[in-house]
Structures are given as structure tokens and as C-alpha cells.
């Protein structure tokens, strides 16, 4: 059984940073693990990807603002946000694919953080 947790969400204000963290109970040689979000009354969205051969995507709005990254060793994925914008308030989920095949379609995913940008 795989289970996601992550942690990190808060509140900051338009031009801060926080970094989100989520803890993986396994891991496998092969994944992609990714950061997705959802505000209210929007779609979620796919915010940053990693892949096992190190490939990494971002969307658009978070390219050159956001960075994500993962600690093999810990099972732990972060996602560093910087120059945070109001936009950016959302759940943040972590999700995880193992063996994937082409694009990621992540089979597990944690409860949720929340973050909010306040202007």
C-alpha cells in the first residue's frame, strides 16, 4: 500500500515562498511523482512533474518560479514555491505513478495542503 502525506502548506503573502514536502511510505526504481492543485471552482491542474529519469515539467504559470525535487533516500518530494502570487492559493496534492508508461497518470495521491496567498 503506498500512502502520500504531505506537509508545509500555510498562509504568506504575495511575493513569499514556502516550500511543500510530501512523504512517501515506498518507493520504486521506476516512478513519476508530481504536484497537482485545485482552487475552488476551478479544475486541478498539474503543476510540476518529476520523472525517475530525472525529466522534470512544469506548467506555464510556475515555470522559472517553482522547483521540484526528490530525496530518494528520505521518499520525500518537495516542491520549493517562490515570488508566490494570490493566484497560486490553492490544495496542493502530491501524486505518484510507479512504472509508468508515457505520460504520468498518477494512481496515488495524499490528503492535501493548502496553501493561500493573501495580496
Known amino acids: 500500500q503506498v500512502h502520500l502525506v504531505e506537509s508545509g502548506g500555510g498562509s504568506v503573502q504575495a511575493g513569499g515562498s514556502l516550500r511543500l514536502s510530501c512523504a512517501a511510505s515506498?518507493?520504486?526504481?521506476?516512478?513519476?511523482m508530481g504536484w497537482f492543485r485545485q482552487a475552488p471552482g476551478k479544475e486541478r491542474e498539474g503543476v510540476a512533474i518529476?520523472?525517475?529519469?530525472?525529466?522534470?515539467t512544469y506548467a506555464a504559470s510556475v515555470k522559472g518560479r517553482f522547483t521540484i525535487a526528490l530525496d530518494n533516500a528520505k521518499r520525500t518530494l518537495y516542491l520549493q514555491m517562490n515570488s508566490l502570487k494570490p493566484e497560486d492559493t490553492a490544495m496542493y496534492y502530491c501524486?505518484?505513478?510507479?512504472?509508468?508508461?508515457?505520460?504520468?497518470?498518477?494512481?496515488?495521491w495524499g490528503q492535501g495542503t493548502q496553501v493561500t496567498v493573501s495580496s
Open positions: 518529476i520523472y525517475s529519469d530525472g525529466m522534470t
Open positions: 501524486a505518484a505513478e510507479f512504472y509508468p508508461e508515457g505520460n504520468c497518470r498518477p494512481d496515488y
Open positions: 515506498v518507493m520504486y526504481v521506476r516512478y513519476c
